[in-house]
C-alpha cells in the first residue's frame, strides 16, 4: 500500500537447497515462467515446486515478481541520480518526504542513506526539461530540503544480484 513502509523484523538468513536456489533462478531470468515449465527447470514434481514456491513466499525470500519496464520504450531515456540533503532531520517529516518522493512519477528508486546525502533518487525522465521540472516544482519546494545536487546517468547495468554461481 502506498505510504506504508515496511515493518522492521530482524533478519534472518534463509536454508536454502540446490532446489530453492534453481527456483529463484528461473524466476529471476523469467518471473512468468509457469509452474510446470518452473518444476521441469528445478527437476522435481509440479506439486513440489508449488509448495517450494509457496515456501519462499512465507519465508520472505521471494517478495514479489514484477515487470521490469524500459524507461526508453516509454518515452523517459534520460536517467539521473538526484543526491537530496536534508536541513533538518526529524523523523516524523523525514517519513514524510521519503513518501513523496518514492510517489513522484518518473523515479525508479528512492534510496535513504546515511553521510553527506541524505536520499539518493533515480529518476528516469522525457529530458533535460522534465528533470529541471521535477527537482523544481517537487523536489527542492519541500521545507526541509537544503540542497540537491544532480548526475546524469550514460549507461544502466543490472548486477549479477543476490544468488550463488
Excluded: W
Excluded at 46 to 51: R, V
Excluded at 85 to 95: D, K, N, P, Q, Y
Excluded at 148 to 158: C, D, K
Aim: proline share 5%.
Amino acid at each position: 500500500m502506498a505510504g506504508e513502509r515496511p515493518k522492521k523484523t530482524q533478519p534472518h538468513q534463509a536454508a536454502l537447497d540446490g532446489t530453492d536456489l534453481a527456483i529463484l533462478a528461473a524466476l529471476t531470468e523469467d518471473g512468468r515462467m509457469t509452474n510446470a515449465a518452473l518444476a521441469a527447470r528445478a527437476g522435481v514434481a509440479e506439486s513440489t515446486c508449488a509448495y517450494r514456491v509457496r515456501a519462499l513466499r512465507e519465508a520472505g525470500v521471494l517478495t514479489a515478481v514484477r515487470a521490469h519496464l524500459s524507461p526508453e520504450a516509454l518515452g523517459r531515456p534520460l536517467h539521473a541520480i538526484i543526491k537530496v540533503r536534508l536541513g533538518s532531520h526529524s523523523r516524523e517529516l523525514v517519513h514524510h518526504l521519503y513518501d513523496r518522493l518514492v510517489a513522484l512519477p518518473g523515479v525508479l528508486t528512492v534510496f535513504h542513506v546515511g553521510g553527506d546525502d541524505d536520499f539518493l533518487l533515480h529518476v528516469a525522465v522525457a529530458g533535460p526539461e522534465a528533470l529541471r521540472d521535477l527537482i523544481l516544482e517537487h523536489v527542492t519546494v519541500h521545507p526541509m530540503v537544503r540542497q540537491t545536487e544532480t548526475q546524469l546517468v550514460f549507461e544502466v547495468r543490472e548486477g549479477r544480484g543476490l544468488l550463488p554461481g
